[in-house]
């Protein structure tokens, strides 16, 4: 005897395949939905004169200060996302992770990293805060 009643399997298959058509259809309107308006730039507040060096080595980023400019670094490598050192001595930015190396500028020197680090504009003042850093 043969049964008479519908496949359910081949009916779910059909239903998720019309489903899955219809959202790569809507795909492009999706993403122009999701679209997020760019953040606002965040103060960081340096409040003490930096060291005699000029140079102010933080957690998220490296602040310089050298005759009449001042301008911060991020510390976040370009290549994979590594934390930055400074080499004072030597004067460049190295990632340990493969040795990409930066000047102080954040120009890239050697690779793997192929593009310069994230600049942050610094202002500076007489009085506390001595620096405010736009990231």
Known sequence: ???SAPCKSRKFSRRSLLFAGLLALLYPFFTFIGYTVP???KKLY???PL???GVLVNNDYILFDRGNSSWALSRRCTHLGCKINFHEQEDYLECPC???RFTVEGNVIKGPAKDSLTVYPVEKKDSEPFYTIST
């Open 46 to 48: 340096v409040n003490k």
């Open 39 to 41: 953040r606002k730039p």
């Open 51 to 53: 060291p005699l060096n």
């Open 98 to 100: 493969h040795q990409s």
């Open 1 to 3: 005897m043969q049964n």
